[in-house]
């Protein structure tokens, strides 16, 4: 089974910060997830890796398959980027539930 | 294009009661997942469903079961209900078989009192 821990658990920084959150992950995987849940429930799912790294406007997220580690960083953050971030994992065996598995999440809070 | 729909979004149930939640997919999805969100567990999956099949299934007991239709809408059933069973469940969509990025409807809230 694949325990997926993210680090912190808790953030709060000032607006215009730099912020890295940490994923890091116990078996091979297929795919890793960043979500995004604002309160009220409703998740976005961020980026989906296998390999290397992605960036959507000021979100970038990389993925090191070696080290069984991923970040997702945020660029000149924002009080709207103010929300619980869950890393998932989805095992590569293939074989028996191979669902995603999730971290606890990480809740940042971004001050003006 | 229309998101992932949930109804209902809200319900209250008695134990011991049964519950059945749906999930309409985007068009063109043909793979739905099903997750439950408790403050203690956190988000744990229940099952994938793709072409009317289930591909996968997570570590919860028989009384949760589930199904996808033709037309890829899906339904999770609660039988038996018990009080750890109050969460918001979510669903999600995908088209690809198993994987790809996935597009999460609002979730229904369930709570057994």
């Known amino acids: 089974k694949n325990e997926v821990e993210q680090s912190p658990q808790n953030l709060t920084a000032q607006e215009g910060e730099f912020i890295t959150i940490n994923c890091s992950y116990s078996?091979?995987?297929?795919?890793l997830h960043w979500l995004q849940q604002h309160p009220g429930g409703g998740i976005v799912s961020l980026f989906m890796?296998?390999?290397g790294k992605k960036k959507h406007g000021r979100l970038i997220a990389t993925i090191n398959i070696q080290e069984k580690h991923s970040s997702l960083h945020i660029t000149a953050s924002h009080p709207r980027d103010s929300a619980v971030y869950i890393c998932?994992?989805?095992?590569?065996?293939?074989?028996?539930?191979?669902?995603?598995?999730f971290g606890k999440g990480t809740h940042l809070i971004i001050q003006p | 294009k229309a998101g992932v729909t949930q109804t209902p979004r809200y319900l209250i149930k008695t134990r011991g009661q049964q519950v059945t939640l749906s999930c309409s997919p985007i068009s063109g999805h043909r793979s739905v997942s099903w997750y439950q969100q408790t403050p203690g567990q956190g988000l744990q999956f229940l099952f994938e469903?793709?072409?009317?099949?289930?591909?996968n299934k997570g570590n919860f007991p028989g009384r949760f079961s589930g199904r996808q239709f033709s037309n890829s809408r899906s339904e999770m059933n609660v039988s038996t209900l018990e009080l750890g069973d109050s969460a918001l469940y979510l669903c999600a969509s995908s088209l690809a078989v198993s994987g790809g990025q996935k597009y999460f409807g609002p979730g229904t809230r369930l709570t057994v009192t």
């Open positions: 998932a994992v989805r095992s590569g065996s293939g074989g028996g539930a191979d669902g995603l598995t």
């Open positions: 890796l296998s390999s």
């Open positions: 469903y793709f072409s009317e099949t289930q591909r």
């Open positions: 078996v091979g995987i297929s795919a």
